[in-house]
T-cell receptor, first 113, second 114 residues
Framework: DAKTTQPPSMDCAEGRAANLPCNHS???????VYWYRQIHSQGPQYIIH???NNETNEMASLIITEDRKSSTLILPHATLRDTAVYYC??????????????FGKGTKLSVIP | EAQVTQNPRYLITVTGKKLTVTCSQN?????MSWYRQDPGLGLRQIYY???????DKGDVPEGYKVSRKEKRNFPLILESPSPNQTSLYFC?????????????FGPGTRLTVL
């Protein structure tokens, strides 16, 4: 299984861009990178996913390096409500059309006023 | 509103007393999962289900049972709870749509076993 490595914590000033890195050097060619976040003890929330092209949606942008060994989640204008634990996940195929997400420890992002 | 609901949200029980945590989704999703979350260990998958009557073990299935008799419901059963099952539990569901597997999570159930 492709494993991910993230820094345990990061700070970001309110209004600035938050750039959250993730290493996934053992990722396979057809495995997707997913990002979720968890605010306090609420259920995790989907943010974005990608395979090899950069992706953008209303929440964030995902930049994946050309060799796919790492990626960066970008929150363009962080607000206090973005304070959360952010999980970078490599989706793995578990057979019979089923895919599994293995959550690691994530990065705790603190947005500072 | 599309959602995953869990009940109860909070439960304190004693060792050995059977309990069930219910999970229901209104999105007609084929896939459902149960996770537990413990400090320092992140989210770990207990069981998952690919459709009605199809379930399989996740990473930490010991001490748990599940059933999937209807598409919308996926209860988690602890036949004889023990203190090491004290945890925060999340149910999730998602639809099978090619590369896109956004999982929708419930609000969580905080279980304490004394």
């Amino acid at each position: 299984d492709a494993k991910t490595t993230q820094p345990p914590s990061m700070d970001c000033a309110e209004g600035r861009a938050a750039n959250l890195p993730c290493n996934h050097s053992t990722i396979s060619g057809n495995e997707y990178v997913y990002w979720y976040r968890q605010i306090h003890s609420q259920g995790p929330q989907y943010i974005i996913h990608g395979l090899k092209n950069n992706e953008t949606n209303e929440m964030a942008s995902l930049i994946i390096t050309e060799d796919r060994k790492s990626s960066t989640l970008i929150l363009p204008h962080a607000t206090l409500r973005d304070t959360a634990v952010y999980y970078c996940i490599v989706r793995r195929y578990s057979g019979a059309g089923s895919y599994q997400l293995t959550f690691g420890k994530g990065t705790k992002l603190s947005v500072i006023p | 509103e599309a959602q995953v609901t869990q009940n109860p949200r909070y439960l304190i029980t004693v060792t050995g007393k059977k309990l069930t945590v219910t999970c229901s989704q209104n999105m007609n999703h084929e896939y459902m999962s149960w996770y537990r979350q413990d400090p320092g260990l992140g989210l770990r998958q207990i069981y998952y289900s690919m459709n009605v009557e199809v379930t399989d073990k996740g990473d930490v299935p010991e001490g748990y049972k599940v059933s999937r008799k209807e598409k919308r419901n996926f209860p988690l059963i602890l036949e004889s709870p023990s203190p090491n099952q004290t945890s925060l539990y999340f149910c999730a569901s998602y639809a099978r749509r090619g590369s896109y597997n956004e999982q929708f999570f419930g609000p969580g159930t905080r279980l304490t076993v004394l």
